[in-house]
């Protein structure tokens, strides 16, 4: 089991290096950390990372937006829930139902996401690329 664990992680690290050395273009070592996602061998929060450099260096496919919201979705239910159940241990006046529909802070404060939302504006969704995605 320790032998399984371990050739697991070097995967996942061999995988990073890789993704590294091609700095976030190649599609296919994106791919592979998408299926070790899935397979619960990789974090969604770091994919989600993983992804949004990919999205930053690349036109991707409808399938790695797809992963990306998907990651996105987990990630705010993740914390949503959190918030929950933060909730449920400070208040006993049977007013727990405490949840936050506010998009995370690590999404707002962070620079880096900012400039990456103005970025993908742009980029990805100007009229001149959905026209280009259309014809």
């Known amino acids: 089991m320790l032998k399984q664990m371990l050739e697991q992680m070097l995967n996942s690290l061999l995988v990073m290096s890789i993704l590294k050395i091609c700095q976030y273009t190649c599609e296919h070592s994106v791919k592979r950390l998408v299926r070790l996602n899935q397979i619960g061998e990789y974090g969604s929060q770091r994919l989600l990372d993983i992804l949004g450099n990919h999205l930053d ?7 790695i937006w797809k992963e990306f919201a998907s990651c996105l979705l987990q990630i705010l239910s993740e914390e949503d829930r959190l918030s929950f159940n933060e909730g449920e241990n ?3 006046d049977g007013n727990n139902m405490k949840t936050s529909r506010q998009i995370p802070a690590r999404f707002t404060k962070v ?6 939302y103005r970025y993908w504006l742009k980029r990805h969704f100007s009229k001149d690329m959905l026209a280009a995605e259309i014809h």
């Open 90 to 92: 400070k208040h006993e």
């Open 111 to 116: 620079r880096n996401w900012t400039a990456r």
């Open 57 to 63: 260096f690349t036109y991707a496919n409808a399938d």
